[in-house]
Every structure is written in C-alpha cells, then in structure tokens.
C-alpha cells in the first residue's frame, strides 16, 4: 500500500498529493510518471511525477478531477493508502545544459514542469517559465515556478489574469533567443507551442500522455504518430519532438472512450452516494 | 511396451461444457470439469504403462501413470502433491496445456481409441486440491541463497517454487499488479478462470515465496543492481510487446492490439464495465487479424461483449492455422466466421478519425517451397471493402525491451530475444532466463519447461559457490 502523506488543494478540483513510495522515489527523474490503481475494480492510470523527495522516500503528483479515476483519487483523505504504484516508468526528460530554455506548463502539468525546470535550472540553463490555466482560479504552482525561473510570464484562455490565450508566446521567442521550448499541458496547448516554435525552428519538446494501460510497452494503446513512426509514449517518451508529432491523431484518439468515460464517473458518484 | 486389453473402453469420458449459446453470453469458464465419478472411470482406462511413454511427452516430466494411479485409488489429494512435484501450475496446464500433441499424443491407449484425458484429470486433482485445501510440502534447509525473478509468468513461477523447495530464499519481482504473466493478462477468463490463477500463486505464496508486484525490473531496480542483493537471477519477462502490421490506418481508434484488447478484458475486467474502472469497445462488426491462438481468444471475447459479427482474417487456410484444432471448434461453435486467404491492406476510417472498413486482398498459396512452406501471394484484382467497428490485430509478440535496454553486456538475438546457453544461462554471470524472453511467443508449458531447466541449473550454481 502507497500511504498519501500530504494532500495539498492547489485549485478547486486540482490537488497536489504526495505519496510514501521509497524505492519509487530513488530513482525517479523529472519526466517520469507513475501508474496507480485506486481499487480492486480500479483502472490504471498515467500521472506525471511533479516532485521527489529522496529523503524522506516520497513522490508527489498534481491530480486534476475530470474522470472517474481522478475523482476518486481527488477523495482521498491525507492517511488514505492506494493498492497500487508502479514507476518510475518513461525515459526521464532531457536535462542539460541548453541555454536558455522556455518551459511551459499548462493547467495541472505547471506542477510536472516545475520538477523539469528545476532540474534545468540546476544544470545550469537561463529557464524562462510559462504558467497557463483555463482560468484566473485553475492556475497552479505560480509560486513554485517564480521562485525556481528567471523570468515567469503567466497566460489564461479568458485573459483573467497575465496575457490572454499564448498569442503572445510568438512575440516572446522573437524578442528573446531561446534554445530549447519544453511543454507540458493540454495536446491542444502542444499543439499552439509547437505550431508557434516551428516556424523559428527552435527545438521543441511536448510531453505525450495518451491513454494507457500497463505504462510499460505492453498494450500499445499509447501508440502516437511521430515523424511518421509509431512510437510508444509509454517506453519511448514522454518527451517527443513537437515539430514531428501528429497532434490531431492523438487528439482523436483521446476521445475514443469519451461517452465510456462519462458513464464510468456517473456510476462511481452514484455509489459513492449510497454509501 | 503394455498391449492394450481387450474390452477396454476406447471412448474418453466426455468433458462437459456450457453449451454455445449459453457461453456466448458470458465470461465462465467453457469446460466445466469432471466430477469424481467421471474422473474415477476416465482414470479406470489408463494402462499404467511401466515405460510410462505420457511422461516422456510432457515438458515438465510429470509422472503421469502415477498420478492417474492415486485418482483410481481415490487418493484425490496424493494425486495433487504427485502432480506438484514437478508441475506447479497444474490447474493451468490441466487447462490450457496442448496435451493433444504432447502427452496424449503419446499415450498406448491411444493407439485403439481416445488417449486417456491426462489433462482433465491434471485439472480434476488440481480443483479438487484447490476445493479441498493443500498440503504444503516439507522444504530443504535453508541454504541462505538469494534468488530474485523477474516476472510472475508461467516460467518465473515454476523457477521460484522449484527453488524455494531447495531451501533457497526466492523473491518475484512482477511488474503488473497481479501476478500470472500472460495467465492473468492474456488468456481468457472462460478458458482460465483469474481465480484459479490467483489460487496458484498463493499456493507459490505459501511454498515461502515473497511475490512482488508493481515492481517492474530495469526501472525500479536494474538486473545489476538485483545482483547486489541476490545471488542469482532468473529473467523470465515474457514476450509482452504487440506487433502491428505496417499498413495504413493502424493508429485509427477501435483498433486494438491483441495485447491490448485483452490487457483490457482479462487484467482490467472490461466485460464488468462500468463496475470495472477500464471500457471497451468492440461494436457490432469485428475482424480479428490473425491465426493463433491469441486470435481466437480475442474473437471469442468479441462475442461475449455482445459484437454481431465477428470474422477471423487469415492469410493462409484453416491448415495452416497456428490456434489449437480445439480453440477453433470452439470458436466456430460460438457463431465465430473465417475469412481464409485474405489480407489487410489498409484501414480506412470516417471524419472522427474511427475505423469503418479495412481493404483486404484475397490471396493463394504458392506450391511448397525448398522448406515444405506454401507461402500466400495477393491475386490480382480481388480487393474487396469489409466494414468493421472495431479491428484487433493478432499478428505475434515480441520480447519487452526494457531489460535488454538496461543490462549492459546481456547478449540478445536481433529480434530481442535473450540468448542462453541449453541450461538456460545468459551471458552474465549469475543471470539465467527461460519462457518466451528466450524462445519467442511460445506455450505455457514450454515456459514452465524451460524454468524447470533453469531452476535446475540455478541451484547447481548455487550449490557450488
């Protein structure tokens, strides 16, 4: 059992956990994840690992409520043990020393690229961060990331706070010389970084999470599009160039199970209100 | 060799099923398994043949007669510890095992009529041993051995409870959250109950093996790193990788993996949606691409969720299928359709980017070549459209990478595979390997055959040091 040491509300349906996982814990790197399993009856699923503490042998992740799973994981009270925890899984990000790298993070992911532009700090990088949200209210680890980058601009869809909409990432990667874009967030906020990277050729790589089952190259269900190839998010990323992915593919292929999923979250509230 | 008596019965006691149409609507189990009574006069056909020439079929050497000796003899329980002495997954082989072409096809009863069904009475003495309680065996004297194995599969387990017999300390590393390799994931609920499984290894539990899941070798822990703590290791990681075919369309959704149509169905308990977290999808029109036996559970699992139609698409004729004759009947029974010498060409899907037909080419078999193979070439001009809902490919499994990209100095094959030495050691000191990691998509018992055999080697090393 995976015991929740700290359960931090980040957002009114975001909330930071963190887990007592030992041995998970010495060896993940930012750009890892882990699977867990909330259940008997419990799907698996993919969350990104945000933070490591090594010390005192614990892993945290940023969990937004949108499906059943996450809802039910959303309940969980600090105290509450998970069956299950596998990891770290994914090849961990590239982390070296590029110059200056742009990191942005999108919704629940500002939490994951925080743990990356840590690491890229440390390494020795000028990061410039980026913090975007639907809303003013759905904006997490502002704070975390002021402190660890130079420089933190702040973006949301409705323009509730900072610039409205990543428009103004264009003005930005002109005005300023980057080396590298890493993103983390929602496939259709990839999709605008690397539309918007590609024409100035700077290298860009966006995290993948498509659905996933085992998370370690048995299933195939995370297969993408990637400069004509199929690769699996599972083992061969998550980072993937995106310049060469094909957005519109994985978007399509996340709705798959869009009507399953409704039903999945409406029979586990109904339970949870007989009990 | 015996001569067969005179008046001697040549038909085998029938097994019962649950008809087609009652199994068609559900996940339980097909065979339902004899009673004592049927178990009693099955066993009362079994010459006991000194030469015992059913032994010599079975990769795991079982002795066979003795075991059909101890049913006769109403020893149900003896009968059970006989058959755990050399085979540790009897409820599963009795199951799944293809005794048709190993050990009754061996049998002198044979020769004049049905072999004896060793396998159903494997599997009557393993449920009965399962309904009744076990007995654990008595165990060596700690020999103060570490062994780590990595993956619970049909191969890793058979190595750890041979080991732990020996006295040595075993622990199993498993990277899903259940233990059984491909017995939990892959093989159906109806032919391999998850019960049944999970009993097996607990009763692998309680030899005094520490069973790990969530722990996935070459991320939690390297192979080196395992050598630190143990003194050997047994990788026996299976071949869990889908292959796809390469055409067009294959990234569409509604097509599934093999691998994972059945990760979903078995491991996840899709058919219990929405109580089971997992869905699934198979629609009303499905095509099963593939031969083997994995492309028959797949289909026969499409019919269970409720498909209309389903259709096996294969490239060659029923001759040449690699499934077991007796998946395929079964298949049939279930209402399951054939579509001999036709190949996918492409998947072609709607605006959603959803699969909606597949372009298919017929196809002929050449005459045999040098090595006896007729191999199948397209006919011209024979492409046709076939609507579909939903596609799984089953065209193979190759070895998980994950190890051989983590192990520095482990020799593999081209195709990944792990090469060992014919005791099962790999080209690291203290490291051994067996099942498909080694020999490619396989069957259980090979896997169980080759762990034997490595386990084996392991405490000769072992007993060396």
Known sequence: MYKIETKRKLAPTINLFTFSAEEVAAKAKPGQFVIIRLDEDGERIPLTIA?????????????????KTTAQLGSLKEGDAIPNLLGPLGKPAAIEKFGTVLCVGGGVMAAPIHFKAKALREAGNYVIGVVGAATKDHLVFLEEMSK???????????????????????????????????????????????????????????????????????????????????????????????????????LARLKTYTLQEKVAKVFWEEGEKTI | MSAPKPGLRKEAVPMPKQTPQERKANFKEVAIGYTEESALSEAQRCLQCKEAPCSKGCPVEMCIPEFIKLIKEHKFSDAAMK????????????????????????????????PISIGRLERFAAD????????IPEKAAPTGKKVAIVGAGPAGLTVAADLVKLGHEVSVFEALHKPGGVLTYGIPEFRLPKKIVEAEAEYIGKLGVTLRTDALIGRLYTVEELLHNFNAVFIGSGAGLPTFLGIPGENLCRVYSANEFLIRVNLMKSYDFPKA???????????????????????????RLGAKEVKIVYRRSKEEMPARAEEIENAEEEGVSFEFLTSPLRLLGNERRTVKSIECVRMRLTEPDKSGRRRPVP?????????????ILAIGRTPNPIIKQTTDDLV??????????????????????????????????????????????????????
């Open chain 2, 379 to 391: 006919i011209e001009g024979s492409n046709f459209l076939m609507d579909v809902d939903s596609v």
């Open chain 1, 51 to 67: 933070n490591v503490d090594k010390e005192q042998g614990t892993i945290s992740v940023a969990c937004h409520e949108v499906g």
């Open chain 1, 148 to 250: 660890t980058c130079n420089e933190l601009y702040i973006a949301t869809d409705d323009g509730s706070e900072g610039y409205k909409g990543i428009d103004f990432l264009k003005d930005l990667i002109t005005k300023k010389k980057i080396d590298r874009v890493v993103a983390e967030g929602p496939v259709l906020m990839l999709k605008a970084v690397a539309d918007t990277t590609h024409p100035l050729k700077i290298p860009t790589v966006v995290d993948l999470i498509p659905t996933m089952i085992d998370g370690m190259g048995m299933c195939g269900a995370c297969r993408v599009g990637v400069g004509g190839k199929m690769l699996f998010a599972c083992v061969d990323g998550l980072e993937f160039d995106g310049h060469q992915v094909d957005f519109d593919e994985l």
């Open chain 2, 412 to 465: 593999t094959a081209d195709w990944g595979g792990i090469i060992v030495d014919e005791t099962g050691k790999t080209s690291l000191n203290a490291v051994y390997a067996g099942g498909d990691i080694v020999t490619g998509e396989a069957t259980v018992i090979s896997a169980m055959g080759a762990g034997r055999k490595a386990a084996r080697a392991i405490h000769e090393f072992l007993s060396e040091k």
């Open chain 2, 83 to 114: 058959i755990r002495e050399k085979n540790s997954l009897p409820a599963v082989c009795g199951r799944v095992c293809p005794q048709e072409e190993q050990c009754q096809a061996r049998c002198t009863v044979g020769r004049i009529g049905d």
């Open chain 2, 277 to 303: 977290g997992t869905p699934i999808y198979v629609g009303e029109k499905v095509a099963v691409i593939g031969g083997g036996n994995v492309a028959m559970d797949s289909a026969r699992c499409a019919v």
């Open chain 2, 128 to 135: 009965w041993e399962r309904q009744h309680g076990s007995v």
